[in-house]
């Protein structure tokens, strides 16, 4: 299988850097995998799982948010952090889970905040008729 540069940067410095032949990561557009000859392009990276594949072993990190710029020259992963995770399992979980929470939480504070709205749009509507 051909291989392909991969760089992983965080702001305490380069994460990964070598030669690759898969790198599989989630983004806006949902789990997505790299390949050598990938068309190049940016992509939003969404913390959680990222999936590293050399001609020799497989491992896996978690990540923050961050940016994958494909180039034809390779590939840059820019994140605010990274970390191999111990078994694979794990700690990617528990990332995952965080982040599925954070949504979660998001989405109830979103709902009650318009459900806010609207009950006192409601009262204004009912004081303005009773005047």
Wanted: glycine residues 10%; aromatic residues 6%.
């Amino acid at each position: 299988m051909s291989t392909f540069p991969l760089r992983i940067i965080t702001p305490a410095g380069e994460f990964y850097s070598g030669e690759v032949e898969y790198l599989g990561a989630t983004t806006t557009d949902g789990r997505i995998g790299f390949m050598r000859g990938a068309l190049p392009r940016v992509c939003v990276l969404v913390g959680g799982r990222i999936d590293i594949k050399t001609s020799v072993i497989e491992m896996s990190a978690v990540s923050g948010n961050g940016v994958i710029n494909i180039a034809s020259d390779g590939i840059t992963v820019v994140t605010e952090s990274c970390r191999f995770s111990n078994d694979g399992s794990d700690d990617v979980s528990e990332a995952v889970e965080r982040k599925d929470d954070e949504h979660a939480s998001m989405r109830d504070y979103k709902r009650a905040k318009a459900q806010i709205a609207s009950t006192i749009k409601k009262m204004k509507d009912r004081n303005q008729s009773d005047n």
